[in-house]
């Protein structure tokens, strides 16, 4: 099978034309350069339990001139992927998922033609910040832990109440029968 390639425009912020060529391996993304590129896959996992962690941005940065190139956000199984060129790149924690500290190292990796690149970066759990199992939502105490004392009071009450209807059924009843 012959491959055929297509020029597509991608129009952001900077116009960039792209290849995308389909064969016999599959589909791959040139760069304008002609050179096959890689892809950054992100995985974020938590420290003591290996769990994926969602919801943390980072920065994508060229190495040769510290640019951003982008800001990714890990999904819910943990994961942030985007295509890159051949080349040098750090990447940032710029937010760390709710309860996690923020790493503070640049992790730098090289992106190779046709290849994805893995980095698996993983968060401290932030002990001043107590999650107790509620995925961080602060759910407020209300109540007593046991309120007998409100049984006890709202018992005399009804009593009270039940004792006044009864006595005044029984005035009423012989006023009446008088």
């Known amino acids: 099978m012959k491959n ?25 993304v040139y760069a304008a350069t002609g050179e096959k590129q890689g892809t950054l896959q992100i995985m974020k996992l938590a420290e003591q339990s ?19 190139l982008a ?5 819910a199984d943990g994961g942030a992927y985007h295509a890159l060129e ?3 790149y750090y990447i940032r924690e710029l937010k760390p998922p709710y309860g ?22 993983t968060n401290e759990r932030d002990a001043s910040i107590s999650d107790n199992g509620t ?20 018992s ?5 109440a039940l004792l006044g209807g009864a006595l005044l059924l029984v005035k009423t009843t012989t006023s009446y029968l008088q």
């Open 50 to 68: 290996g769990n994926p962690l969602s919801g943390a941005v980072f920065g994508v940065y060229r190495a040769s001139d510290n640019k951003r």
């Open 135 to 154: 995925n961080g939502i602060s759910i407020p105490k209300t109540g007593e832990d046991f309120p007998a004392l409100n049984y006890i009071a709202g």
């Open 100 to 121: 996690y500290l923020l790493e503070q190292t640049q992790i730098h990796f090289t992106v190779m033609s046709g290849e994805t690149v893995i980095v698996d970066v």
């Open 86 to 88: 051949p080349g040098e």
């Open 71 to 75: 800001d990714l956000t890990t999904d």
């Open 4 to 28: 055929k390639c297509k020029p597509f425009l991608i129009i952001a912020l900077i116009a960039a034309v792209f290849s995308v060529c389909s064969g016999l391996s599959g589909t791959a």
């Open 156 to 160: 005399v009450l009804i009593g009270i």
